[in-house]
């Protein structure tokens, strides 16, 4: 299975004029399946992920752009090691200035957004990086099977989510040594 970014990986949207402030445009992606490896976790798009973005400019040097994102993802559970089938899906809000330009406090208005700032505005731009960050974004910093997951016995690594071993779990503190023996009357 291939890597799921690659550095020539481009979602091209064409630009209304600058000055139409009105208008709207939209634009889709299906990406294809691949890995990611996103901080020691390895996570799994099986069927690939889908990209909706839709961009409007506020003002001749702010274009305010939305980034949906829906995919299944598979990954291993961080305490068992089992695989984890999870969905993510998310919106984020993204808004493009031109260098040098102010971003004000009146933007906020338009909801919470992540700022990018570009050199020039042209007739396209390329909202690759903003897809890849949502998809980090969207992604959960721990993977478990279920919240109450037992883990794997540390000895003989047993799952014990499917029943406990018979090892004797040698690791204690030595600090409550002299209350191993203890018994209360």
Known sequence: MRKLFSDSQKAVLTLPPRNDTEAEITAGWNFPEGILDFDGQEFVFPEGFNAEVSAKWLEESLLLVYISV????????????????????????????????????????????MPVEVNFFGRTVDVMPQIEESIYTLLPTKVLCRDDCKGLCPVCGKNLNEGSCSCINENTDPRLEALRNFTAE
């Open 70 to 113: 829906d995919a299944p993802v598979e990954a291993e559970c961080a305490r068992c090691l089992t695989t984890v089938s999870l969905e993510i899906s998310g919106e984020l809000g993204y808004l493009y200035y031109s260098h040098g330009a102010e971003v004000s406090d009146e933007t906020d208005e338009f909801g919470d957004y």
